[in-house]
């Protein structure tokens, strides 16, 4: 089990801009994939975008897609999530989650991972 941490929430205005970082405790996560989900007040967690711990294949949820991006900085043993472009439909609490895979697997649903994050909250004003 990976302990994670994450980080780089706030508050912006509509069309701004933060960088999350999803770091894990004690353990290299290059073999990981991870993913990141996000719940609003009030609505089910959803998947927002993920990563393969291998060849790098990413996926994006429909609603984040151009706006979102996730990467992978193996020197700093994290992947972060840059969102761009925020709208007030975007506030919610993002959370990372993890599962030592070792291939091109990424997941698409919450019970695909094993390991989360706390979460961080993300607000956008308008």
């Known amino acids: 089990q990976v302990q994670l941490v994450e980080s780089g929430g706030g508050l912006v205005q509509t069309g701004g801009s933060l960088r999350l970082s999803c770091t894990p405790s004690g353990r290299t996560f290059s073999s990981y994939a991870v993913g990141w989900f996000r719940q609003a007040p009030g609505k089910e967690r959803e998947f927002v975008a993920a990563i393969s711990a291998v060849g790098g294949t990413t996926y994006y949820a429909d609603s984040v897609k151009g706006r979102f991006t996730i990467s992978r900085d193996n020197a700093k043993n994290t992947v972060d999530l840059q969102v761009n472009s925020l709208k007030p439909d975007d506030t919610a609490v993002y959370s990372c989650?993890?599962?030592?895979?070792?291939?091109?697997?990424?997941?698409?649903?919450?019970?695909?991972?094993?390991?989360w994050g706390q979460g961080t909250q993300v607000t956008v004003s308008s």
């Open positions: 989650a993890a599962r030592f895979t070792g291939s091109r697997w990424l997941g698409l649903t919450p019970s695909e991972y094993r390991d």
